[in-house]
């Protein structure tokens, strides 16, 4: 596919504020830095007086650090800065999922005592991603003391790509496999409701160099032709910056007097500088292509320091992530 | 054993960690490196890659087992080879039911089943399940010296190891007759009532799930059982290989703290597990302050006078100059500065490992690997960052 004809003029999703969805998904190459553009953002939503819950699936300890708690669990807690968080481990939610859906609670007892049917159950194909549909949908029906929802915005940390897409085009692999039944209807809904860009937006995180970004823009195109969810943004986590893109002419002179001259500190500064110009300047051609090729508005975030991130860095993210558009074409 | 007796001594090498730290890459510099040495090395990967077949010379990468060209990198190899293939789940599938099926007609059902084309083709659990398998056959009768083994990314790399256990579990007899009775052939009081049971329990699952998943799922099951005891057989010599002592389990993780916390769970649940940890590799995990010397990890620099050294070898330096010249310094101490943090980052996670675990760190590189030089620089600057007895700084 060519680049979306007239992109720019096409009007933008995020003329809506972002974090006004009840849906926030996230997917991207691992790595990339995924949880930390969600947690950001949740805590960017906890300060604008809304009340975030973090979703993880599965087994993960990234939000656990990134919140500096021990434990997140089945249950949402307060993870501190007004955000809860959770972690949908699936042998829970096929528990769950298995209570409501049987007449008594002896027969889900029934089930769930028995390894032998716990085993099947667990073993079938789906069952998994189906639990945890049904885990979103609840968390999407609680509803607070006041009557209003109890969770907004969801912000969903899928998994690495593979899985995500596995996730949002569930409807599609399991359409030949699911007659009419419980499931059945549990995965349309939840096909309509991603499908629903007044509830869910998919925001996707990459990074500024040629695979994550050619990975990026095939996903996109993919979930373009599936139909399967609403975009919202791309962030490209990690851009470098130099200060020092205009200033190669003056690094080639140093560079050259110096290694005349065989000053190997002034040489290797001279060096480094000019390889870490040139990170850049790679990382601001695929960042081009990006926006030339994704009709996604992009929003760039800074690299930060390596260690662990403090709030204040969080913050700051959130603020960005959800703030005005850096469109490719300004740079 | 340092990093390079591990590849020089083992039969199998199964590398570990958390997505997006290089880790294909690594297990791809590792078998270069083992293949220069002389031995003959086959490289399994779980995940598309698409770069590593660029970085090996090849012009694309799938179930195939496909051979490196090597001649590229010279003449030198030692007699040895190296070989790469990406598992594609779903013909690695066919390809089992195609040598366990007892005759072409259970063949046939099997591969029209829904339940098996969801799990082959679509649905995540299965990867697990059929990399153990092709490790079965790669270790078992490719004839090659060493296999590496890349798993898939963080979450799912130790289900490699509970794989064979959950499917021989899973396709017991027990299960298997509970919801076909007549698999087993079952008489008298006892199989009756598991048959009841069984009904009973179609019931319950029929109202959970809906219909026609269930009725696929006995379809399966049922064919599976005449395939049960060659898939019990080759998970328990699967169990077997990988607990063997000829086998190596090598973490990659890099110094990011999101890479270390998932590769410190990871460290736990092997070290939970019994299984030793032979070498942890720290990818990307240092800034080279050096530009002629990659390997050589720096985290300070010497304090310099910036304006007199510019002074020095430009008399006639003006103030833009000068500041790009400070700027380019405090870029550069920056960077040290980072390497520090680093550190601190890769202290954390390797405190807690036995003192025999080699500690191998390598420098965050420019640009991705791209091709068969780049991978051999990546197998050097890996050998060179083999640390004995690094106990941090």
Redesign the interface.
């Known amino acids: 596919m060519q680049a979306t004809a007239g992109h720019a003029g096409t009007p933008r999703a995020t003329e809506l504020p972002i974090l006004e969805r009840r849906f926030l998904l996230f997917t991207g ?5 995924k ?2 553009v969600a947690a950001s953002l949740a805590i960017e939503a906890a300060g604008r007086g809304q009340t975030p819950l973090v979703v993880e699936l ?5 939000m ?3 919140f500096g708690v021990d434990a997140i669990g089945f249950t949402p807690r307060p993870v501190g800065h007004g955000v809860h968080a959770m972690s949908v481990e699936i042998d829970q939610a096929v528990l769950e ?2 209570a409501q ?3 008594s609670r002896r ?1 889900a007892r ?2 769930v005592n ?1 390894g ?2 716990e ?3 667990k ?7 189906i639990a945890t549909v049904n885990a979103l949908r609840r968390l999407e029906a609680e509803v607070g003391h006041d009557g209003r929802p109890r969770w907004s915005p969801i912000l969903v940390d899928l ?2 790509t ?2 995500a897409l ?1 996730f949002l085009e569930l409807r599609h ?2 359409s ?10 549990l995965v349309d809904d939840m096909a309509r409701l991603f499908a629903d860009p007044t509830r869910t937006r998919l925001h996707l995180v990459t990074l500024p ?3 994550p970004v050619t990975e990026t823009v095939e996903l996109h195109e993919r979930l373009v032709q599936s139909k399967a969810v609403s975009f919202g943004r791309v962030f490209v986590n990690r851009v470098p910056h ?3 893109a205009e ?1 190669t002419e ?2 080639a ?2 560079q050259a ?2 290694s ?2 065989g ?1 190997a ?2 040489l ?6 000019a ?2 110009v ?2 850049e300047r ?1 990382a601001r051609a695929q960042i081009d292509r990006l926006g030339q090729h994704v009709s996604m508005p992009v929003v760039e975030l800074p690299r930060l ?5 403090q709030v204040d860095d969080l913050r700051r993210l959130g603020t960005i992530a959800a703030g005005p558009v850096t469109s490719s074409e300004s740079s | 054993m340092s990093l390079s007796s591990v590849i020089d001594r083992s039969a199998l090498v199964v590398c570990v960690g958390p997505g997006g730290v290089g880790k294909t890459t690594v297990s791809a510099a590792l078998g270069l490196a083992a293949a220069r040495a002389g031995r003959k090395t086959l490289v399994l990967t779980i995940d598309p890659a698409r770069r590593l077949a660029d970085a090996l010379g090849l012009d694309g990468l799938d179930d195939t087992i496909r051979r490196v060209p090597l001649e590229v990198l010279g003449p030198e190899n030692h007699g040895g080879s190296l070989s790469a293939a990406m598992v594609d789940t779903g013909a690695s599938y066919d390809a089992l039911i195609d040598r366990i099926a007892p005759d072409a007609e259970t063949k046939a059902r099997v591969l029209a089943n829904r339940v098996y084309q969801a799990v082959s083709r679509s649905l995540s659990r299965s990867h697990a399940y059929i990399a153990m398998e092709r490790l079965y056959e790669a270790v078992e009768h490719g004839g090659y010296d060493l296999v590496i083994l890349d798993t898939p990314p963080a979450r799912n790399a130790l289900d490699i190891l509970d794989a064979p256990g959950h499917l021989a579990r899973f396709l017991d007899g027990r299960v298997v007759s509970w919801f076909i009775p007549s698999a087993e052939k079952p008489s008298g009081i006892g199989a009756r009532l598991v048959a009841k049971g069984g009904q009973m329990a179609m019931g319950l699952l029929t109202k959970v799930t809906g219909e026609t998943l269930l009725d696929e799922i006995v379809g399966f099951l049922t064919v599976f059982a005449s395939m049960r005891d060659g898939f019990i057989t080759r998970a328990q010599r699967a169990e077997e290989i990988l607990h063997s002592d000829d086998t190596a389990f090598v973490l990659v993780s890099s110094a990011s703290p999101s890479s270390a916390d998932d590769a410190a769970w990871l460290r736990d649940d092997l070290l939970g597990r019994k299984v030793a940890v032979d070498a942890v590799i720290f990818n990307q995990s240092f800034v080279p302050v050096e530009p002629e010397a990659p390997h050589q990890l720096r985290v300070q620099l010497p304090t310099i006078d910036t304006d007199a050294r510019v002074r020095a070898v430009e008399p006639a330096a003006d103030a833009q100059t000068l500041a790009v010249a400070r700027a380019m310094r405090a870029l550069r101490e920056h960077a040290a500065a980072d390497n520090q943090r680093f550190q601190r980052i890769v202290d954390g996670l390797v405190n807690e490992l036995p003192a025999q675990c080699r500690r191998v760190r390598a420098p965050r590189l420019d640009q991705e690997v791209r091709d068969l030089p780049g991978l051999d620089q990546l197998a050097q600057l890996l050998l060179r960052g083999d640390q004995p007895g690094y106990a941090g700084p």
Not at chain 1, 58 to 62: L, W
Not at chain 1, 123 to 129: D, F, L, S, W
Not at chain 1, 176 to 185: D, I, Q, S, T, V
């Open positions: 190459k691992g790595g990339v830095g949880s930390t599965g087994h993960r300890a990234t656990r650090s990134i999922y298995m859906h049987l007449p027969m029934a089930i028995n032998v049917l085993r099947l159950f073993a079938m194909p789906a069952v998994g991603e998994d690495a593979g899985h596995m692999a399991v030949h496999l699911m007659g009419a039944g419980p499931m059945r209807r160099d040629e695979l130099t200060g020092l200033a003056v690094i002179r140093l007097a110096a005349a001259h000053d500190e002034l290797a500064d001279a060096q480094f500088a390889g870490a040139a990170v790679r320091t390596p260690d662990r991130m």
